[in-house]
């Protein structure tokens, strides 16, 4: 079976450009959580979804930063304008049960760099 | 905010020597999972724990759970070059929200 697929693998963009990363979580999967992971802050959870509808978002940075989850089988965090700070590698994860109570599944990661 | 601290952040072994990451909770935990990750890949799971005083084992790994649910740890023994990583664990709260403690990055020297 497929696990998480989230793309791009890696994006170089520049500072004030629109960021658009994309996972498609394990089918059968209730709940999606995006994370993100740098040096000095490790891994921060960023927002997750359960049953596609927006549960806990207090990990989003700021106003630049949205999720999304049209519908179970695929997500959207999209960063605008992006800035520099903004460069590290971002996780999607999807587990089967509700919330993190259970396994979760993570995606390679979206390698994201602002110049 | 819940903090979960992981020490040490860095662990360097010789091939063969045992290693142990302790994690700690500012609040007590529904469970407490491990996750493993190799250098450039995402974090697996490795094992969940949910009963106060709970102790797992897989082949050399030994994962304990404390009795308060506020502290883990995991021991490898007889560490071999396939273990190198970094091992996190992540507390998650009655309400379901799990932190992600910093890491420990374990070296092995063969």
């Known amino acids: 079976d497929a696990g998480v697929i989230q793309s791009p693998r890696h994006e170089v963009t520049e500072m004030g450009q629109e960021v658009t990363l994309r996972c498609k979580p394990i089918?059968?999967?209730?709940?999606l959580f995006w994370y993100r992971q740098t040096m000095m802050r490790g891994l921060e959870l960023l927002i997750y979804f359960n049953n596609n509808v927006p549960i806990d978002d207090s990990g989003m940075p700021e106003d630049r930063f949205s999720a999304k989850m049209p519908n179970a089988s695929f997500s959207t965090l999209k960063i605008q304008p992006s800035e520099p700070r903004d460069s590290a590698v971002y996780f999607c994860?999807?587990?089967?049960?509700?919330?993190?109570?259970?396994?979760?599944?993570f995606g390679e990661g979206s390698r994201l760099t602002v110049l | 905010g819940q903090q979960v601290m992981q020490i040490p952040q860095y662990q360097h072994v010789q091939e063969g020597e045992d290693f142990t990451t302790y994690c700690n909770s500012s609040?007590?935990?529904?469970?407490i999972q491990w996750y493993k990750q190799r250098p450039g890949g995402h974090p697996v799971f490795l094992i969940q724990l949910v009963k106060s005083g709970e102790v797992k084992k897989q082949k050399r790994l030994t994962f304990q759970f404390g009795e308060a649910k506020k502290n883990s740890s995991l021991h490898i023994t007889a560490t071999q070059t396939t273990d190198v990583g970094t091992y996190f664990c992540a507390g998650v709260t009655n309400a379901g929200k799990s932190t992600f403690g910093d890491g420990t990055t374990l070296t092995v020297k063969p």
């Open positions: 609040t007590t935990l529904s469970n």
């Open positions: 089918s059968g999967h209730n709940s």
């Open positions: 994860a999807s587990s089967l049960t509700g919330g993190a109570t259970g396994e979760l599944f």
